[in-house]
């Protein structure tokens, strides 16, 4: 069971998840590395189905993806102390293919993942104890991930995560003071500047934030205010488009580099709060000053990123 702790000096908040170290891990001795297309061993494989649980969502028969509850949750949805967190857990088995890389999935591959993402939100949703919805993508052993073969993850909380809370907070701030929306004023102010973007088509924009934590950090945000989960076919699309050529340009000016894909939404729209994507190459890892300070030091400048993976 999954223990929720604030420390005292910081408020800051910790799931203690004992049942997560059991979890299995591919990246001993360089096996990640090899170019294997079917693992017997790996329960995301076709064929070893029965290593998991039963799936809850899937495309194609044969599935091209499943959506299956994660063995090794770090929330679940039983709780003897009202005061823990607790919500679900699921990964999203993104290919059949075992070691399929992150650049090498077309468009409508992440179509489909999106629309996974869009139909289990919904339904996570209709429970009233669900407050938030995290889904994010962990790729390669620097990234956090556990296993090779391709998936991603959606976890919901009866919680909202302070940070988000601050997110939401200061966002309505900024739209109760300056009578407009914070992500509709940073749009419009790196397509004027210019020199942080990276790629935009009629949905969405792609850039560099200016304050990066990560060195080459990317932000796709959506241009107007809808939902993601009332996302259409044609809002879908050119999100996908972004995602692929994003990735590629990613792999080709930096190689096959760990990463990561969070994203960023609520349920319902309101006039303050974006849909938002944020990918995180993990290039480098955090060090003694900003592990003590919370200072983060950024050694390639936002504009330097863009200029390098501009599309």
């Known amino acids: 069971m999954s223990n929720y702790r604030k420390e005292q000096w910081n408020s800051k908040y910790v799931i203690v998840s004992e049942k997560r170290e059991k979890r299995p891990y591919d990246f001993n001795n360089g096996e990640a590395e090899?170019?294997?297309?079917?693992?017997?061993?790996?329960?995301?494989?076709?064929?070893?189905e029965k290593q998991s649980d039963d799936s809850i969502y899937d495309i194609g028969k044969p599935w091209r993806l499943r959506?299956?509850?994660?063995?090794?949750?770090?929330?679940?949805?039983y709780t003897e102390n009202k005061e823990d967190v607790f919500g679900y857990h699921y990964v999203v088995v993104e290919s059949r293919e075992h070691n399929k890389k992150i650049y090498e999935f077309k468009e409508e591959e992440i179509d489909n993942i999106l629309k996974s993402y869009i139909c289990i939100s919904k339904k996570?949703?209709?429970?009233?104890?669900?407050?938030?919805?995290?889904?994010?993508?962990?790729?390669?052993?620097?990234?956090?991930a556990s296993l090779v073969h391709p998936h991603s993850q959606i976890v919901a909380l009866n919680i909202i995560p302070e940070k988000i809370n601050n997110i939401l907070s200061y966002s309505k701030h900024f739209y109760e003071n300056n009578h407009k929306c914070l992500y509709c004023n940073i749009i419009s102010e790196e397509l004027k500047y210019n020199k942080r973007l990276i790629y935009e088509n009629d949905k969405f924009i792609c850039f560099c934030p200016g304050t990066s934590t990560f060195s080459y950090e990317i932000t796709i945000m959506k241009k107007d205010h809808k939902a993601f989960l009332n996302f259409n076919f044609e809002d879908i699309t050119p999100l996908s488009q972004c995602i692929v050529?994003?990735?590629?340009?990613?792999?080709s000016k930096l190689g096959d580099i760990a990463l990561n894909i969070c994203l960023y939404f609520i349920k319902e729209e309101n006039e303050y709060f974006h849909f938002t994507i944020g990918i995180y190459p993990r290039i480098s890892s955090f060090a003694g000053f900003e592990i003590s300070t919370g200072i983060i030091q950024n050694p390639i400048s936002p504009e330097k990123a863009a200029k390098k993976l501009k599309i």
Do not use: A, M
């Open 34 to 48: 090899n170019n294997v297309h079917h693992k017997k061993e790996c329960p995301f494989c076709p064929g070893n």
């Open 67 to 77: 959506v299956i509850p994660n063995k090794y949750p770090c929330v679940e949805y």
């Open 124 to 144: 996570l949703y209709e429970d009233n104890n669900i407050k938030y919805i995290q889904i994010f993508k962990n790729y390669k052993r620097e990234g956090g």
């Open 245 to 251: 050529k994003i990735t590629d340009k990613i792999y």
